[in-house]
């Protein structure tokens, strides 16, 4: 199991849950519970998105948008499916941000 540097001093615990039912799952895949405890700095906060409602209803923009949402890249590379659908999530709000939020005023 890999985990962060920072979280490594807060693991008090790990097993392998061997009375997990295995009927769907491969002979080799069994679940491993990792036990936590205590703090760690969270990131900085971001300010919440405020959307604009003309700019979702503007066609141009609209437009523009699903252009946009074309030139995202399908990795050639190596990547799990669980990376690749937050990666794919985080390049979607990006560009929704950048068509449909409000201007800090």
Known sequence: ??????LGPLVTKS?????HDTTF???????????????FQSPAKTPPIRWDEEAMLNPEKNRA???ALNTLPIPA???TI??????????VLALGRQF????PE
Not at 82 to 91: G, I, R, V, W
Not at 100 to 103: A, E, G, H, L, R
Request: charged letters at 20%.
């Open 100 to 103: 449909f939020s409000k201007k």
């Open 25 to 39: 799952a491969h002979e080799d895949h069994l679940p491993v519970v990792l036990q936590c405890q205590g703090w």
């Open 1 to 6: 199991m890999l985990i962060s540097r920072s």
């Open 65 to 67: 948008f699903q252009a």
């Open 82 to 91: 669980d990376d690749h659908t937050a990666l794919y999530e985080q390049q």
């Open 77 to 79: 590379w190596h990547i």
């Open 15 to 19: 097993w392998v849950d061997v009375s």
